[in-house]
């Protein structure tokens, strides 16, 4: 059966755009934690837009699933992550000015550098994935380059507008998925997922953990927000005797 990863860095997107102390990514992770998730993940990212060092080492003090790092492949990050020690780092590829992480990591041609990279991580038992577009030639080259896992990226996929493209895309998905299988890599799924394309891989075997963050960020904000109104108008409703 397939695990629920939740990504929490849209909670400290919210936080960031006051630069205060609410909502607290590290406290949503809990409560994550107690709704089913197994595990965790942030994207540490180099401008720190929404996750900071901080977070990171509280969650790895305090989660009890595992906590799982998105990162650049750069020096910065590896020593951060062999200093933190999560469960997993996946490496996915970063550009200052994306909105969200937009393709998947060029592997092909980099499978010595990545080799190289991912080896002080496999000395310290931390599970290694690589962030990939359902391309062939990518899921050769991470299987070359040593990687436990890819997450292949279904963004092409959930965003698809046209139907029969969103079809072709969920092909290409399924075949990479058996592709990198046969290569003895495991596989996750991330990018775009939420409460309605997520059964469109209902009944697709092999895929070890879908990384979700914006739609159940988003829903939880829906969810939450009647609550919270409700809790303001009974503190407002107090000051009249
Ligand atoms: N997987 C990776 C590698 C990502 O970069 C992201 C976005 O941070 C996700 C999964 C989660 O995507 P979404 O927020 O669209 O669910």
Partial sequence: MPV??????????????????????????HLAELGGAQGIIVHLREDRRHIQDRALQLLRETLSTNLHLEMAATREMQDIALRTSPHMICLVPEKREELTTEGGLECQGREAFIRDYLAPFQEQNICTSLFIDADPHQIDAAAESGADYVEIHTGSFAD??????????LEKIITGIGHARSLGLKVNLGHGLNYKNILAFARIPDVSE???????????????????VEQMVRIINGFVD
Avoid: C, F, W
């Fill in 160 to 169: 698809a507008k046209d139907v029969v493209i969103r079809q072709q895309e």
């Fill in 4 to 29: 629920l990863v939740v990504n929490v860095d849209h909670v400290a997107t919210i936080r960031q755009a006051r630069m205060g102390r609410e909502p607290e990514p590290v406290t949503a992770a």
């Fill in 210 to 228: 879908y990384s979700i963050g914006h739609s159940i960020v988003s829903r939880a904000v829906m969810v939450g927000m009647a609550r919270a």
